[in-house]
């Protein structure tokens, strides 16, 4: 037996941040320690079908012209197994299995919607496979915009005003939630409740423009939040680290700040991945040690007000005085320089230290309730 330890990084997926996805396998790829972890590379493509990648291909995944990377419709399609040999993903080829590998920890490098919400966490508890991060519970509670302000304020944590919106609702009962909606002050950013990296959110200057932001978040998810805008808020952000020996179960790095180049401060989908000038990463953020540490102990606490597992990203509004929170990442975006590893970069982390220490973490806890 070998005490290496043998990893499925799993990319792709349903969600439309499919392609960040890739990219982010193949940074992970290229910083793991191959001293200590074997690594087999498991895609989702975009129909949601499995497959065994090459790591040759997964280490090939960059933008090219513009357009992010996509994990192939398989023409072996991917196959779990969970038995006598532990856990094994192995490829169908017609009757027979072939390139059967054993994994002992899954990290599922998923963003959004079938990946980041609790839907493959779910398969993984059923088949008893160690993975790193968040359960099902936190996961999911993570991915939606909505139940995700329910937690926090149920732990006392400060959300901004918001309505939240059921399809339902906003086909039976639009009147009473354009009437709540008036309670909050302008501008407003209309999101999808499951969303991600911006995509489907539109910011809103006046009513008139509310029903079309609301269709449009509606593309990306039934469901939506309306959320009041801070406008000239800082973005600042804390990436939180899970820690069974620690006191409060977890750590907080030093705090990152987002600065948006564009006038009206919205961090959207381009600034995220496509304009290079389209934001600053700050980390350290300049912030007082005062306020550092006020935003960090927020962090933590939002990390259990989801029940959070292994890590999160805890991202906050700041304005003067004031501090909101706006979300927590379960899967945060991870590519080497993503805010999450370069917040524990800063904090004296290093991404190969960090990818190794979430497998630990993955490894150390039982499965099952816990
Ligand atoms: N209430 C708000 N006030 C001001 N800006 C906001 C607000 N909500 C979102 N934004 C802007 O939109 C970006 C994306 O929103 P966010 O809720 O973080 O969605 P995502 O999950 O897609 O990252 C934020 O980083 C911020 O720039
Ligand atoms: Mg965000």
Redesign the pocket.
Known sequence: MSDRTRVALIFGGQSSEHGISCLTAASVLKAIDRDRFDVVGVGISKTGRWTQVPLDVVAAYAIVDGVPPEVDEPVHDAVWMVGEHGCEVASRSGETLVDINAVDVAFALLHGPYGEDGTIQGMFEMMGIRYVGSGVTASAVGMD?HFMKVAFEAAGLPV?P?VAASAHRLTHDREAVLAEVEALEY?L?V?PAR?????G?V?VTEPGQLDAAIEEAQRFDPKIVI?????G?R?LEVAVLGNPDAPDGCDASVLGE?R?NAKD????YEAKYFDEDGAALDAPADVTPELAARIQELAKQAFHAVDAEGLVRA?F?VADDDVWI??V?TMPGFTRISMYPTLWQASGLTYTDLVARLIELALQRPVGLR
């Open positions: 915009k901004g918001y501008p950013f999101k969303g991600g990296s911006s995509i959110i910011r959320e009041q805008g801070f406008t808020a973005e987002i948006v401060g919205f961090y959207d991202d509004f706006n979300e990442n």
